[in-house]
C-alpha cells in the first residue's frame, strides 16, 4: 500500500482526478481557460471545417525546421539553368513538345521510371495501389454492385473482350473486379476554374472499371468519363488508342483533385487541426494523453494556416489552390464535402478495408498488407499506454479532460469531426480512439503525403486539371498533340517544386518521444513499441525484395511522427 502511495506521489504525469489537493486542481483549471482563449475556433471552407482562429506562436517551428526546409530547397539549385531556359521558352511563347519538357529539375527529377512508362495500362493500375491516393479502390461484389450510372451489361460485353482469364459473374464472385468512382467531384465539374488569364480547366467524373490479373496487378478495362451514361458519354476501352490515353489522362485528374481536396487536406490535416485544436484546449500539460501525443501534433497548425488554397488579406486565392480543376468556391466547397461526407470511426483502417471489400489476398495491394502491420503495432501501443494510466474503466469516465476532448472534437460548435465518439466509456474504446489519432498523422499521412513528388510531381501522369476539352464520343479525332494540349503549361513548375519541396523534408520519425518526460511504465511501453517497429521495418524489407514494385511508405524507418509538412 505504502508503494502504490510512493509511486503516486512521484508520477509526473497524472489524471486530473488524481490531482492531490485544491491548489493543483485550480491551477490546472486555469492554465486550460487560458489555453481556450487562444485557441478559438472560426470555419473556413464554405464556413464548414473547423480552424484555429489565430495561430499562436507557440505553434510556429523554431529555426531549426526553416533551416531544414532551406537546406531541402537548395539541392534543385542544379536544375536552375535547365528551369531557365524552360522559362525563356515559355515566356517567347513556345509550347512543351513533348513530356519529358515536364522535367523542370533534371538533376532532382521526380521518377525517372515513370516518364516513358506513365500512359501503360498496369502502371495506372499500380497508382490504385502503391500511389498517393489508394483509398479509392473499390472491389465490385454482390452487396456492392457496379453503380447504376454504369451500364453493367455494357462492362459485360467489355470484359468479354479484354479478359481472357475468366467470365465476368465468376470474377464478381472472386473478388476480381473494382472500380474508381469519382462521383465527389461533380461540383468540380459543374463550376471550372481558370488560370494564367483565363485559360479554362477541366476535370470529369470518372467511373473507372479494373480487373485483377492472375498476377495480382490491376488493369484498367473501361473508363466513363461522366456520371450518367449517353451517347455522349461512351464507355472508353483500351482498344481506343488515344481517346483511351485521354480517358485515363481525365481518370488520373480527377484522382489528383479527390486526393488533395478530400482525403490528403481534409480527411487528414483538417482532421488532425480539429484533434490538436482539442488538445491544446482540453489536456493539461502533464495529462498522460497530452505527453503521448504532443510529438504527434507539431508543425500542422502552421501548415495549414498557410494560404495554400483560401485567399490571403489581400483577396488573392492560394497559387496551389489555384491548380486545382474547380473555381474558387467550388474548390472549397468540394473539401467541405469531403468533411461533411466523413466519418472518423468508418475511416479506421480495418473498417475502411472491409467497407471497400479489398481484401483478396491476391490483389497486390502493400497499402493493406503493410498497414495492417502498422495498424496493429499502434494499436496495441496505445491499448498498453492506456492500461498504464487507467486502472479502469471508471477512471476513464472519471477523466474530466479527455471527455472534453472528444467532446471538443465532434461538437458542432467546437472541431465538427463527424463520427467521432462524443464520450469514452471504457480504456478500449479510448485506446481504440488514440491509436487511431496516431496512425491518421504517421502511417497513413506518410502514404497519401509523401509519394506525392513521385506521382504527381511528373505533372503529365496526374496533372490537377486538364488544359483541353475532355474528349466527346468515340468519333473524337485525338493526336500526340491533342494529348499533350491537357497539360498546364508553365505552372506544371511550380506543382513540381510545390511537391518536391513538400515530400523531401521530413523533421522526425515515428516512435520518437522525449523519454525523460514519461513516467517509468510508459517508457517501457514506448521502448516496446520501438521494437515492434524495429521489426516491421524488417518484414516490410524483406517484403519489398520479392515485390514487383516495392513500397516502402509504410516503413517505420521513413515514416515521420506527424503532419509536419
Ligand atoms: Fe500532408
Known amino acids: ?3 502504490i502511495l510512493l509511486k503516486e506521489r512521484h508520477m509526473m504525469n497524472k489524471l486530473p482526478q488524481q490531482e492531490e489537493n485544491r491548489r493543483t486542481v485550480e491551477n490546472r483549471k486555469n492554465y486550460l481557460l487560458r489555453r481556450q482563449a487562444q485557441y478559438q475556433y472560426a470555419y473556413e471552407y464554405a464556413n464548414t471545417i473547423a480552424v484555429v482562429r489565430k495561430l499562436p506562436c507557440r505553434e510556429i517551428p523554431g529555426p531549426g525546421y526553416w533551416l531544414r526546409g532551406g537546406i531541402n530547397l537548395l539541392q534543385l539549385i542544379p536544375s536552375l539553368p535547365s528551369l531557365l531556359v524552360t522559362y525563356m521558352r515559355y515566356l517567347l511563347g513556345k509550347p512543351m ?12 527529377p521526380p521518377n525517372p521510371a515513370l516518364v516513358d512508362n506513365f500512359q501503360q495500362d498496369l502502371i495506372f493500375g499500380l497508382q490504385r495501389v502503391i500511389g498517393v491516393n489508394p483509398v479509392v479502390l473499390r472491389a465490385v461484389t454482390s452487396q456492392h454492385p457496379l453503380p447504376q450510372k454504369l451500364p453493367e451489361s455494357e462492362i459485360q460485353r467489355v470484359f468479354a473482350k479484354y479478359v481472357d482469364e475468366t467470365d465476368y459473374a465468376t470474377a464478381i464472385t472472386q473478388k476480381r473486379v473494382y472500380i474508381l468512382d469519382y462521383a465527389d467531384l461533380e461540383i468540380l465539374q459543374r463550376n471550372p476554374g481558370q488560370i494564367d488569364g483565363g485559360r479554362k480547366q477541366y476535370v470529369t467524373t470518372p467511373i473507372v472499371v479494373l480487373f485483377l490479373q492472375a498476377d495480382g496487378i490491376l488493369r484498367p478495362i473501361a473508363i466513363q468519363l461522366y456520371q450518367d451514361a449517353g451517347p455522349d458519354n461512351p464507355i472508353y476501352t483500351p482498344n481506343d488508342g488515344n481517346l483511351w490515353l485521354a480517358a485515363k489522362t481525365f481518370a488520373q485528374v480527377a484522382d489528383g483533385n479527390h486526393h488533395i481536396l478530400v482525403t490528403h487536406a481534409t480527411r487528414i490535416h483538417y482532421v488532425m487541426e480539429a484533434i490538436i485544436m482539442a488538445s491544446r484546449r482540453q489536456l493539461y500539460k502533464s495529462h498522460p494523453l ?17 494560404h495554400t488554397f483560401l485567399r490571403d488579406r489581400k483577396g488573392r486565392p492560394g497559387r496551389y489552390g489555384e491548380l486545382f480543376a474547380g473555381d474558387y468556391d467550388a474548390t472549397t466547397q468540394c473539401m467541405a464535402n469531403g468533411m461533411t461526407s466523413f466519418d472518423f470511426r468508418a475511416s479506421a483502417f480495418p473498417n ?18 503493410d498497414g495492417v502491420l502498422l495498424w496493429n503495432a499502434i494499436q496495441h501501443f496505445a491499448t498498453e499506454y492506456i492500461d498504464v494510466c487507467y486502472q479502469s474503466d471508471g477512471d476513464v469516465a472519471e477523466d474530466c479532460e479527455i471527455q472534453a ?6 461538437a458542432r460548435d467546437r472541431g465538427r469531426i463527424p463520427g467521432f465518439p462524443a464520450r469514452f466509456a471504457s480504456r478500449q474504446e479510448l485506446a481504440e480512439t488514440i491509436g487511431h489519432v496516431i496512425f491518421l498523422c504517421t502511417a497513413f499521412h506518410s502514404c497519401i503525403h509523401f509519394n506525392q513528388y513521385k506521382y504527381p510531381g511528373f505533372v503529365p501522369n496526374m496533372p490537377h486539371s486538364a488544359y483541353a476539352p475532355p474528349p466527346v464520343g468515340k468519333g473524337a479525332e485525338m493526336d500526340a498533340d491533342g ?32 523519454l525523460r518526460q514519461f513516467d517509468p511504465a510508459a517508457r517501457d511501453v514506448i521502448e516496446r513499441f520501438r521494437k515492434r517497429l524495429q521489426e516491421i521495418e524488417g518484414r516490410i524489407d524483406q517484403r ?4 514487383p514494385v516495392p513500397y516502402d511508405r509504410m516503413n517505420p524507418r521513413i515514416i515521420p511522427n506527424g503532419v509536419t509538412v
Open 352 to 369: 475502411d478495408i472491409a467497407s471497400r471489400e479489398v481484401d483478396n489476398p491476391d490483389l497486390f495491394y502493400p497499402y493493406r498488407d
Open 483 to 514: 494529348l499533350l494540349k491537357f497539360q498546364p503549361a508553365f505552372r506544371a513548375a511550380y506543382s513540381q517544386t510545390w511537391t518536391y519541396f513538400q515530400t523531401n523534408f521530413t523533421v522526425n520519425r515515428i516512435g520518437q518521444y522525449p
Open 1 to 3: 500500500m505504502n508503494f
Open 544 to 547: 519489398n525484395s520479392s515485390r
Open 97 to 108: 513538345e513533348s513530356y519529358r519538357d515536364y522535367i523542370f529539375y533534371p538533376f532532382s
Open 405 to 410: 476532448w472528444a467532446h471538443d472534437i465532434g
Open 290 to 306: 497530452c505527453v503521448l501525443l504532443n510529438p504527434h501534433l507539431r508543425h500542422t497548425l502552421n501548415v495549414n494556416h498557410q
